[in-house]
């Protein structure tokens, strides 16, 4: 061995959902939304000056942050975006999780918090869900280095009320509280009046889900403006010009259209109670999902072996082999109606 | 203060070069290319199917991967790429910077290397150039964690012959070699060959500068099928989809058109080396670039004076107020002939 090897920052990395290069797959595995962007999108693609590429993009990307500001109602200070919300947890991590205090985050959740904090070397306690699957506020009364959660909580779609979140936040005054809303826009509620209210929460959203937008790497952060101002220094030590020129424009476009974002979140919201109608009929047991996908467990089959045979008829779910609570579960991505009805039809047809 | 503000992560960031939103103004201050990336850039623009944006792009950014790994006629297991070249060597430093023996990079050098050794809390020590703004390699003959310089210096432009970057590396054998080759296109000898030589070298290039893309964000590195290996498992702990699915198509079609590309890079050599000689003939002093600007002293004026008046004429140079050994100099980008025309005109008239 080498001696430079002993200096290597040396982690497991996370595995990304299969990207399957066949294109006739039904693809339910990484929770993309099945309609296209908005309209607007795909005219700033058609009257972009391709010139224009030679130079930096503004490193502030203050027209896209402007237009969520807009979005959301508050002023543009308490915005800040990044390369999808991983980029913007990542840097949040970064920021502001320095404690030799463990961060908080719970057991069954979004596969990254553990990576994040395994790579950055922040200690970290993972604290169980109820039987249920539920976060329980109380456990997360003990000193900490800060809290995160998803809400609706990944991979399980339950929602979290607000006062539940709100009382987290009340008993952590101390740390920085983190509510990824990575699928809120699919029924959940917004923790985001909570930012006006507590200096110390941060509210994560993303463009890769409601908006449409997973292949343009779009996230951002709502807090207030001191948060902000931290989380951009580090960006700014970390890589001045996160954002690119297609990007900020096609992003902007989408924030914009707020009747389609509307119709289309209500498209996948109805598709979704369709389909967990379909599934309860068909013996499945899942939670009351408020996200865009169903995460569910077949009655007399194997998680893994029906992974691997609706694999096989090139229908691609999600299935996570660890922690064991959730080995036997499918997290099944709301496609199109066509697309569940093919899925839901599978299903009755199925005998392992 | 509040209890959270103890476990911030606070710095002193970056400031980028000036954006300006005035499109009158000649943009000699952050070393763009002034010609527009290869026709192919716009062909991907105007066929690109915006549907395709609501799902995630590769992870492992295959298709560009594999097309710099033609261009350079390497194996595509060398290959890594970044959201720039600064975000490729943000992640050089979280992976492999991680002794407690301090860094070294010279004293007059790419501003950020300190920024990011700062942030990451990595020791370091500035070596200072010689009086002829030459890195001297026997400076980095003693004990550290790592070694980074740029070839083409910056904001010096100033080469360092390929037998004295072989002799930093023969002396650096227990830690990782950063050749940081933004400029390299413009006239430089890539120290490429000897990432076979030595498993310890890593080369960095971008597409910000010879492949005109800035505004699209694309940097990677090249080295050691293992040192990639360690590069991609700390990346896609941090950010698994960084490269978005435009950028991807993108630069893949930038990177294929070698014939562009060495036109437009001979172009910018030609009006440097004009430059050059007509700022000589006016009693500027400076380095022989080879980068695709020239960092040179004014005869008989402050640079903060000539500074201020050719931005008053909409003429946009850089000045570095620090360190105090080139606040004498400004550094001037390469545009286009008739750019640097009114540059040359402008001074001859010039009185102070």
Redesign the interface.
């Known amino acids: 061995m ?3 090897e ?12 299969e ?1 399957p290069k066949n294109t006739c797959v039904i ?1 339910l595995n ?1 929770n ?6 908005a309209p607007g ?2 005219e700033v ?2 009257n ?1 000056n ?10 502030r990307v203050d027209k896209l942050v402007n237009a969520i500001a807009d979005f959301y109602k508050i002023d543009s200070s308490k915005v800040f975006v990044g ?2 919300s ?2 913007v947890l ?1 840097m949040i991590f ?6 030799k205090k463990p961060i908080l985050f719970p057991d069954i959740t979004y596969s990254f918090y553990d ?2 904090a ?2 950055l070397r922040i200690p970290y306690e993972q604290l169980p869900l109820s039987d249920d699957f539920s976060i329980v506020p109380s456990d997360y009364y003990k000193a900490n ?2 809290v995160v959660f998803p809400n609706p909580n990944a991979p399980t779609g339950k929602l979290m009320p607000l006062d539940e979140i709100e009382d987290i936040i009340k008993h952590n ?4 509280v983190v509510v990824d809303e990575a699928y809120v826009d699919f029924g959940g509620e917004s923790a985001l009046p909570l930012i006006d209210k507590y ?2 929460v941060i509210v994560v959203q993303t463009f ?1 889900k409601s908006r ?6 779009v996230g951002f952060a709502m807090a207030s403006p001191v948060l902000i101002k ?1 989380l ?3 960006k ?12 900020i424009e ?1 992003a902007t476009a989408a924030v914009k259209d707020r009747a389609y974002f509307e119709e289309t979140t209500a498209k996948v919201i109805k598709t979704r109670e369709w389909t967990k109608k379909e599934l309860k009929r068909l013996g499945f047991t899942f939670c009351d999902s408020k996200s865009n996908f169903i995460f569910a467990k077949p009655a007399n089959v194997s998680a893994t072996k029906l992974f691997e045979d609706l694999k096989a008829d090139n229908i691609f779910v999600r299935h996570f082999s660890s922690p064991e609570r959730i080995n036997d579960y499918l997290r099944i991505s709301i496609g199109t109606d066509e697309q569940m009805h093919t899925l839901i039809k599978f299903l009755e047809n199925y005998s392992c």
Chains 1, 2 share one sequence.
């Open positions: 080498r001696d430079w002993n200096n290597i920052r040396k982690v497991v990395p996370y595995t990304p959902g990207q693809k990484t993309e939304n099945p309609y296209p962007p999108v795909k693609l058609s972009f391709t010139d224009d590429l030679r130079l930096y993009p503004d490193p390369v999808g991983d980029d990542a970064m920021t502001f999780f320095n404690s990576v994040w395994d790579m280095g800060g005054q101390d740390v920085i200096d110390n890769s449409a937008l997973a292949g343009s790497r931290y951009n220094d580090v700014y030590s970390f890589n001045s010009y996160t954002m690119d020129r297609i990007t096609a």
